[in-house]
């Protein structure tokens, strides 16, 4: 079966600076893979997603992934935080027939 | 916005109870999704149907069942509720494609007294 690992519940950041958030993925078979942010009070929003197209990845508000299957691995960045990226963030991997295996959610705090 | 819309938002009920949360999808999407988000589970897939068939079983409680209508707008019914059924439930729509990109609703946030 596969599964997501975030690492880190919970990142604090200052304003201005890197973002980075760890994901993890167990799969027997090439993944799709996907991020997503959760506002308070709101519902998932897709950021960007892996497709195996390339393995560089650049989503929405100036996030990117990039996927290495050597580390099997699907790390989020952004160059520069600001404060508005606060939010959950979640790592899923696509099973056959589209379900998503979410990972446990990693909580960004951004510093003024 | 995402194209999917929920009802209700919020539902307060007692244990015991029975309610339906109701889902429909952006349009033209066949599939809709449920999943149950909550504080010790994370977020866990419950069921999948796609143009009114059920496609796919999570860890959905047999309390808990799922119809797709001919519309396609779906409804999840949760009965004999129990306290540990408090949780935030989303639908998720998606079209064709590989792979599917599933668009979410705002979520329906239960409270079981």
């Known amino acids: 079966a596969q599964s997501v690992t975030q690492l880190g519940s919970h990142v604090s950041v200052s304003e201005g600076a890197l973002v980075l958030l760890r994901c993890n993925y167990s799969?027997?078979?090439?993944?799709?893979l996907f991020w997503y942010v959760q506002y308070p009070n709101q519902g998932l929003q897709l950021l960007l997603k892996?497709?195996?197209?390339?393995?560089l990845v650049k989503g929405i508000n100036g996030f990117e992934a990039e996927f290495k299957k050597s580390e099997t691995s699907f790390h989020l960045t952004k160059p520069s935080a600001h404060m508005s990226d606060a939010a959950e963030y979640f790592c899923?991997?696509?099973?056959?027939?589209?379900?998503?295996?979410f990972g446990q959610g990693t909580e960004l705090s951004v510093k003024p | 916005d995402s194209g999917v819309t929920q009802t209700p938002k919020h539902l307060i009920t007692a244990t015991g109870q029975r309610v339906t949360l109701r889902c429909s999808p952006r349009?033209?999407?066949?599939?809709v999704y449920w999943y149950q988000q909550s504080l010790d589970q994370g977020l866990q897939f419950l069921i999948h149907?796609?143009?009114?068939?059920?496609?796919a079983k999570g860890n959905i409680l047999e309390r808990f069942s799922a119809q797709q209508f001919p519309d396609l707008h779906s409804e999840l019914n949760l009965s004999s509720l129990e306290l540990g059924d408090s949780a935030l439930y989303f639908c998720?729509?998606?079209?064709?494609?590989?792979?599917?990109?599933?668009?979410f609703g705002p979520g329906t946030r239960l409270l079981v007294l």
């Open positions: 149907y796609y143009n009114g068939e059920e496609r």
């Open positions: 799969s027997s078979v090439p993944p799709y």
């Open positions: 892996y497709t195996s197209a390339a393995t």
């Open positions: 899923a991997v696509s099973e056959l027939g589209g379900k998503l295996i």
């Open positions: 998720a729509s998606s079209g064709s494609g590989t792979p599917e990109t599933q668009y």
């Open positions: 349009s033209g999407d066949l599939s």
